[in-house]
C-alpha cells in the first residue's frame, strides 16, 4: 500500500509482537548507511489487546524507540501485519497501465477475501506472466479499512506523519533479497507468534502467505514435552536449536511434530509455486528471524524440503559502523522488515 504523500528524510517503524523497531537510513552510492535505530521490548499482552490502556503504553514504547534513536523527522513508513493483509499475485491481458488502472478497480472484488467497499486495496504490475505470454502479471495487497485508519489514527495520534503503509512481507523482501538472482527464492521470516513466506522471482514476490507457526509453538511444544518453564525453553531453543547431539536431543525431539508441520507448509508452498511455474525452479530458502538464528534450523528444513538453505541478511545493503554492528549483534536478525520498509525510495 504505497501511499506515499511526501518525499524527503523518513524513517520505518515496525510494531513488532515482542519489540518496536524503528530504522533510518541515507543514501550511500547505490546502497544505503545506518543514520538511526532504535529498539524496545513490548510485552505480548500489549501488542494483542485493543483497549486504551494498552495503546497508551504500546504508544509511549514507540515514541521510547524513536527518542534513543536520535531520530528527528516525523515522516515514518509503517509495516502492517501479515495477519491483517492480504497478498496475492492474479493473471490478467496485457494492456497499458493506464488501461489497467481503468479496469482492475472492476475486477478486485473477485481475488480479495473482503467486501471490495471495506478493503483498502493496492496493485502494482509485475510483467510479463511467467507462464502465458498473452497475460501479464500483477501484485496485489489489500486490507479492512477500518484496520488501515486505526492504525493510521494511531501512529498520527503520537505527532507522527505516515507517509506510507506496507504489508510486512513485501517490506522483508526488500532487504532479504540480494539483489541479480537468476532464479526463485523462498524467504522465511520466523517471528514469536507466526511466520511471513514469499516466493519471489526477478526481485518481486510471485507467492506470500503466512505460516501460523513462530517461535512461540516451539516453546510451547518444549514446555509440554520437557515440562519445563518458558524461559528454560527459550534457552534451549536459542542455545542447543535442533542439534541431536545436545541435550541427548530431547529439544529435537520435544519439537519433531511441529517442525513436521511447519516444513511440510513449506513444501506445499514450493510445490504450489511449480505448478503455477513448472519453467522456475526454487533454487534456494533464505532464513531470517528466528528461523536464522536457531541452530541447525537451515540444516533441519534444508533435509525436510530438499532445497538448500542459508542464512539471509537484513543488513546486506547497508553500510552498518562497528560500533552499531556490535551493539545490534544479538537482535540483527529481527530488523528484516524494518530494514525493508526504511529501504523505500524512488532507487528501490
Known amino acids: 500500500m504505497a501511499l506515499v504523500k511526501s518525499v524527503g528524510d523518513f524513517f520505518g517503524l515496525d510494531i513488532g509482537t515482542n519489540a518496536v523497531r524503528v530504522v533510518q537510513l541515507s543514501g550511500s552510492g547505490q546502497g544505503w548507511s545506518l543514520s538511526h535505530y532504535g529498539y524496545a521490548p513490548v510485552d505480548t499482552k500489549t501488542t494483542a489487546s485493543d483497549s486504551p490502556e494498552a495503546k497508551r503504553k504500546l504508544g509511549e514504547i514507540i515514541m521510547t524507540a524513536i527518542g534513543q534513536s536520535g531520530i528527528k523527522t516525523r515522516d515514518v513508513a509503517i509495516g502492517l501485519p501479515s495477519q491483517k493483509t492480504f497478498t496475492t499475485v492474479i493473471d490478467v491481458p496485457t494492456m497499458s497501465e493506464a488501461e489497467l488502472r481503468s479496469t482492475i478497480k472492476y475486477q478486485i472484488d473477485q481475488y480479495i477475501p473482503m467486501a471490495v467497499d471495506e478493503a483498502k486495496v493496492d496493485w502494482v504490475p509485475l510483467g510479463q506472466s511467467l507462464h502465458d505470454p498473452k497475460q501479464q502479471e500483477v501484485l496485489l495487497t ?95 531453543v536459542l542455545k542447543f536449536g535442533l542439534a541431536p547431539d545436545r541435550l541427548d536431543g530431547q529439544v529435537l525431539r520435544a519439537l519433531e511434530a511441529t517442525l513436521d ?52 541478511n537484513p543488513w546486506q545493503k547497508v553500510r552498518v559502523s562497528q560500533n552499531d554492528q556490535q551493539q545490534l549483534l544479538p537482535i540483527m536478525h529481527e530488523f528484516a522488515t524494518v530494514v525493508g520498509l526504511a529501504q523505500r525510495s524512488n532507487r528501490s
Open 142 to 236: 489489500s486490507t479492512a479499512i477500518s484496520y488501515a485508519e486505526e492504525r493510521l489514527e494511531f501512529i498520527e495520534s503520537l505527532g507522527l506523519n505516515v507517509i506510507a503503509a506496507e504489508p510486512d512481507p513485501i517490506a522483508m523482501i526488500r532487504s532479504l533479497l540480494p539483489t541479480g538472482l537468476t532464479d526463485a527464492r523462498l524467504i522465511v521470516d520466523m517471528g514469536e507468534q507466526s511466520t511471513d513466506i514469499a516466493i519471489t522471482y526477478a526481485d518481486a514476490p510471485r507467492l506470500v502467505r503466512t505460516i501460523p507457526v513462530g517461535l512461540g509453538s516451539l516453546l510451547k511444544a518444549i514446555v509440554t514435552n520437557l515440562n519445563v518453564q518458558e524461559d528454560q525453553a527459550r534457552q534451549f
Open 261 to 312: 508441520n511447519f516444513t511440510s507448509e513449506l513444501t506445499k508452498s514450493i510445490k504450489f509455486f511449480q505448478t503455477r511455474y513448472p519453467n522456475t525452479p526454487v533454487g534456494g530458502i533464505l532464513l531470517a528471524g528466528y528461523a536464522s538464528s536457531t541452530p541447525r534450523f537451515g540444516e533441519y528444513v534444508a533435509a525436510k524440503t530438499g532445497v538448500k538453505t542459508e542464512a539471509a
